[in-house]
């Protein structure tokens, strides 16, 4: 009853504050110097530097990222769904796991994963090792049990040798879990644009990304899509001034048993963090929208009760395009090879 009576606090002040951004989207213009100040009033600010993490741990999670050996039938990777080569997703509506069944959402970027604090359309984890744990049993998802996973890994003279170097001892639930989330911590992509410019550079962004980030602001997109991830880390109903205006995918057989399992209704999702997405369509839990353009002006309309004009929209557009980071040492507008090594 708490957590209820908790959750639905946090959709309450969600809403507030995307119709106080709506109600004073016409107040004084924002100065260059407030756009570009991190200091701890602004609700955005630069990605954080990078955690530093074991190497030998993060090239086990690598290898095990990218291995089938995770999944029940050896058919799938996280990488299956999570390609470091199209921006930590995959670019289909929704993706097809176990034994051919259509998932429920559409799968959301891996990418400065460890930098959220909700995980997961539905925000029904906080920790990335119970989320890891949750999708290697998941039957929809890899499907595995841990005996079968560790007798598989142990009887693998490599993985044994790697596992035993770094951790002193065979693969086991814990040593598995610490190797996958400490990769996973380690895909941040910071250094973008904004990056750059909320550190002071002026001249990292163009006259359009200034225009764009200021009426991101003006407009009250900040109001939930904020922190250093624009996002990640709160609640809110998608479709705030009336249901998004496109037709959705079919919905899946499962989706009213998954919903009541999280204890969320239909239309509350966990606002995804903004990094990186003009690399991450299609957009929205279901993947309805294939371009950035149509929706940035679904949220106008359903979020904020503006139909944004071609100028607004082309503006944040060009915004959101300096959201996208540098991984590896290459910029993520080209293709990023990270096979496990």
Known sequence: MYAKRHYSKLIVISVLTSFLGAMFSSAQPLSDDLLYYSGEENALAPLPA????????????????????????KALSCSTCHNLE????????????????????????????????????????????????????????MAVDWPTLLSRLNDDSSYDA????????????????????????????????FDLYMRGDQNALSQAQKSGLR????????????????G?????????????????????????????????????????SLRNVELTAPYFHDGRTETLAEAIAIMGMSQLGRQL?????????????????VYDGKHLSTAVADEPR
């Not at 086991?172 to 911590?185: G, I, K």
């Not at 991101?216 to 250093?228: D, I, K, L, R, T």
């Not at 004009?309 to 959101?320: C, N, P, R, T, V």
């Open 50 to 73: 990078p955690p530093v993490l074991d190497p030998g741990k993060v090239l086990i999670g690598r290898r095990l990222f990218h291995d089938p050996v995770l999944s029940k039938q």
């Open 86 to 141: 199209t921006g930590g997703t995959v670019r289909i509506p929704r993706t097809v796991g176990y034994q051919g069944k259509t998932h429920a959402f559409n799968a959301p970027t891996i990418f400065n994963v460890g930098n959220n604090y909700r995980l997961g359309w539905r925000g029904k984890f906080t920790s990335l090792l119970v989320q890891n744990e949750a999708i290697l049993h998941d039957p929809n998802l």
């Open 162 to 193: 790697v596992f035993r170097a770094q951790y002193g001892r065979a693969a086991d639930r814990e040593s598995v879990l610490d190797a996958l989330v400490t990769y996973q911590q380690s895909l941040f992509t910071p250094d973008s644009a």
């Open 215 to 230: 009426l991101f602001m003006e407009y009250g997109c900040v109001s939930c899509h904020q922190g250093s991830n624009i």
């Open 232 to 272: 990640g880390n709160m609640f809110q109903i998608f479709g705030v001034f009336g249901e998004p205006g496109t037709t959705t995918l079919p919905t899946p057989d499962d989706l009213d048993e998954r919903l009541r399992l999280h204890d969320r209704e239909e239309n509350v999702f966990r606002v995804p």
């Open 309 to 325: 004009s071609d100028e607004d929209i082309a503006a944040l557009e060009a915004f959101l395009k300096s959201l996208t980071g």
